[in-house]
């Protein structure tokens, strides 16, 4: 496969990922993170650090615009609940630093 190809694929894993995650709304940032180690808001982060790396400045307001489909204040309002403390507790014994 030459790298071309190998980027568009990788690229097309991305945005279905991302539209797949916007979808299921039921989901919440903790439980991707106690089950996978990574949630919504790591996916932007590392959205905007590969711009960085190709010259580009992206905010973390835009990036998370990217990822979420909306303003994340929006996504929160619509989407997120309290995490229960059962979700709290198995994320603090799962990782030791924030993300």
Not at 46 to 57: K, L
């Amino acid at each position: 496969m030459d790298e071309r190809t190998r980027t568009e694929i990788e690229a097309a894993v991305f945005r279905r990922l991302r539209d797949h995650l916007r979808k299921r709304t039921d989901v919440q940032n903790i439980d991707l993170m106690n089950f996978s180690g990574f949630c919504r808001n790591c996916l932007s982060r590392w959205y905007a650090e590969a711009a960085v790396g190709h010259g580009i400045e992206l905010d973390k307001s835009s990036s998370r615009e990217i990822v979420y489909g909306m303003p994340f204040d929006d996504w929160k309002r619509r989407h997120q609940r309290e995490a229960s403390e059962n979700q709290l507790q198995q994320f603090a014994s799962s990782h030791k630093e924030a993300h």
